[in-house]
């Protein structure tokens, strides 16, 4: 059964300032979704709760499975994945960088050498497998963190501002991937953004997050 | 200058036929701060990773006690272990003043704060990005924590050879509660500070060049290990 998403009146408050207002949405069909939002506006607030890293004040969180509500633990992080702003890569080389998240699931290491190959190909990366990922510029770690995302196919992705930090070519390339992953692994992406046109580009439904609620689709 | 390079030459001399006493002191003192070091990681690296991955009331107190016992005066350090462990004090009972063990406590209590506080730095310099990093692709809180201590690996290594470092060269808290006796408790920096007294220059200038070779070499690695994290990551 594919996972979906259901967020109900979630409220977030940093220091007194309210971040989010009972905010809503379900994400239950398959597609990329573009949040869209000035910096500030809470997108990032929404998804480090919707990927469990933080609690909301109040309201819920809920992960379906078909019908059936998902128990929130490693079982579930591990079906969900959430791409930040800032990739944090660690200090080994890119191929290792991209296996992690299979090594920590006790993968195969056939299978795992097959996957992290394809990853590294789909974001372009073959020739840098053996450098240190902390040698690479801000546009090619930013494609490690796809690339560490996609391998393990995670039903629902989250990717957070994904080309904030880069250049207009490595937006262009990551723009490309993304639109290259609709239809393989993933089923639901949800992308955050402040860039209007890149939401149009990139959207299958667009929506929009002002005051801390998400107001329209 | 005479005196002085007559001492040089004896020191090399009884360092070339690896003299009994000579060999003896290294190795006490060896044992010494090794066994003080190994006790003082097992113990300050978990209360390391503990303050840097974690937060719970009093962590602020503890990072701030352990940033103040970094520098903690090794005299005052014997001074309060000699009243400890003196027969009227309350663990006199254990027959310790003047053994290894009483020094390997003294040299445990300066270690423990570095390896401690030093790992904390390490952790907490890599810890949000590489927490977040391993979280969002699965990791179990075991397997964050194996993580972030090997990311911050480099870092941790520095903070005990830098103890190694401290508790080689001391001298004042073992020399209180160690009480320099011949071929017991007698380690490298106290036998010099002893010879320098009594004028006996030429085992003082042996052992004061076996330490600062070990120390050199101390530093010579601290150094290979930070260039290796340097050169990792090219910054």
Do not use: W
């Not at chain 1, 591990?78 to 080389?93: A, Q």
């Amino acid at each position: 059964m594919n996972l979906t998403l259901v967020v109900s009146r979630i409220c977030k408050s940093f220091n007194a300032k309210p971040v989010l207002k009972d905010c809503s949405f379900s994400f239950e069909k398959s597609g990329t979704y573009v949040l869209m939002g000035p910096n500030g506006s809470g997108k990032s607030t929404f998804f480090r709760i919707c990927a469990l890293l933080e609690e909301p004040d109040a309201g819920e969180v809920r992960y379906f499975s078909g019908t059936e509500i998902v128990k929130k633990d490693v079982q579930l992080r591990r079906r969900i994945t959430l791409l930040l702003p800032r990739v944090g890569v660690f200090n080994t080389t890119v191929s290792k960088n991209v296996s992690y998240g299979l090594r920590i699931r006790r993968t195969k290491g056939i299978e795992i050498n097959e996957k992290v190959d394809k990853a590294l190909e789909f974001v372009g990366l073959t020739h840098k497998r053996n450098q240190n990922a902390l040698t690479l510029s801000s546009g090619e770690t930013q494609r490690i963190g796809i690339a560490r995302a996609i391998v393990l196919e995670p039903e629902i992705l989250f990717l957070d501002e994904p080309t904030a930090s880069v250049d207009q070519e490595n937006t262009a390339a990551i723009e490309d991937i993304i639109l290259r992953m609709k239809g393989k692994g993933s089923s639901i992406v949800i992308i955050a953004t402040h860039d209007m046109p890149q939401a149009e580009r990139l959207a299958d439904r667009l929506l929009i997050m002002k005051d801390g609620r998400i107001v329209s689709t | 200058m005479d005196s002085i390079i007559e001492g040089f030459s004896k020191a090399f001399f009884l360092i070339l036929n690896l003299d009994q006493e000579l060999l003896s002191i290294i190795f006490l003192s060896l044992e010494v701060s090794g066994t003080a070091l190994i006790i003082a990681t097992t113990l300050g690296l978990p209360l390391g990773a503990l303050t840097g991955l974690k937060k719970f009331p009093g962590r602020g107190f503890i990072i701030s006690l352990l940033n103040t016992f970094m520098g903690l005066p090794p005299v005052v350090v014997g001074l309060f272990l000699y009243l400890l462990l003196s027969r009227r004090g309350p663990i006199g009972f254990m027959s310790l003043l003047y053994t290894p063990s009483a020094m390997i406590i003294a040299q445990l209590i300066l270690a423990f704060p570095i390896v401690a506080a030093l790992s904390h730095s390490a952790i907490v310099k890599i810890e949000p990005l590489i927490k977040q990093a391993s979280l969002t692709l699965g990791a179990t809180p075991f397997q964050v924590t194996t993580t972030v201590m090997k990311e911050a690996r480099y870092g941790i290594m520095a903070g005990i050879i830098a103890s190694l470092g401290r508790v080689m060269a001391e001298v004042g808290a073992i020399l209180i509660v160690g009480g320099n006796i011949a071929g017991y408790t007698r380690v490298m920096t106290t036998t010099i500070a002893l010879e320098t007294d009594k004028g006996n220059f030429e085992l003082a200038l042996a052992l004061g060049i076996i330490l600062l070779t070990i120390s050199f070499i101390i530093n010579m690695v601290l150094y290979l290990i930070q260039r290796k994290g340097v050169l990792q990551t090219g910054k």
